[in-house]
T-cell receptor, first 112, second 118 residues
Framework: AQSVTQLGSHVSVSEGALVLLRCNYS??????LFWYVQYPNQGLQLLLK????ATLVKGINGFEAEFKKSETSFHLTKPSAHMSDAAEYFC??????????WGAGTKLIIKP | NAGVTQTPKFRVLKTGQSMTLLCAQD?????MYWYRQDPGMGLRLIHY???????AKGEVPDGYNVSRLKKQNFLLGLESAAPSQTSVYFC?????????????????FGAGSRLTVL
């Protein structure tokens, strides 16, 4: 069965520092992977997705993620954190019934 | 562009009461979903629909019912609310797709409905 593990329920970085949010998945089929972001008191919105092709995927707001099959990982990065990046980030993989299976989420805290 | 609209945004119920959450989308999406979000548990799928007149159970369907009488609307009902159903509920919609890599998993979410059951 497919599953998603996000390491760290909270990640704190200083403004301007590198952001790294970790996501590992298990999947019995070629994975289709997603990162969604949830700003306070809002619904989720798509940040980026990997389906096929290039393993480095670029998303909105300067975020990118790299699919590493050998490590079953899809970590999210951003070179320089901004205060507006404070949000909760969710990794997801498509399950065998074509529905998304979600990680528990990681809250990103930006220190001034 | 309204996108996905959920009503009401907040509701407080007493145990045993019933209520309906309404979701409306104006993007002509085929697929619609109801999720619940609880701290530390991510999103859990309650029910979903792949088209007008069709519904299917998700991961946590017990205690909930849904209906999709019109393509643009997806209703979530609680017949007898329990404190365990205290949560934030999100509706989402997406295009249909022929495969895993299609737009079917690019979801547009509503702003959420916060339900408290006392």
């Amino acid at each position: 069965a497919q599953s998603v593990t996000q390491l760290g329920s909270h990640v704190s970085v200083s403004e301007g520092a590198l952001v790294l949010l970790r996501c590992n998945y298990s999947s019995s089929v070629p994975p289709y992977l997603f990162w969604y972001v949830q700003y306070p008191n809002q619904g989720l919105q798509l940040l980026l997705k990997y389906t096929t092709g290039a393993t480095l995927v670029k998303g909105i707001n300067g975020f990118e993620a790299e699919f590493k099959k050998s490590e079953t990982s899809f970590h999210l990065t951003k070179p320089s954190a901004h205060m507006s990046d404070a949000a909760e980030y969710f990794c997801a993989v498509v399950g065998s019934n074509y529905q998304l299976i979600w990680g528990a989420g990681t809250k990103l805290i930006i220190k001034p | 562009n309204a996108g996905v609209t959920q009503t009401p945004k907040f509701r407080v119920l007493k145990t045993g009461q019933s209520m309906t959450l309404l979701c409306a989308q104006d993007m002509n999406h085929e697929y619609m979903y109801w999720y619940r979000q609880d701290p530390g548990m991510g999103l859990r799928l309650i029910h979903y629909s792949v088209g007008e007149g069709t519904t299917a159970k998700g991961e946590v369907p017990d205690g909930y019912n849904v209906s999709r009488l019109k393509k643009q609307n997806f209703l979530l009902g609680l017949e007898s609310a329990a404190p365990s159903q205290t949560s934030v509920y999100f509706c989402a919609s997406s295009y249909s797709g022929a495969g895993l890599g299609s737009g079917a998993n690019v979801l547009t979410f509503g702003a959420g409905s916060r339900l408290t059951v006392l």
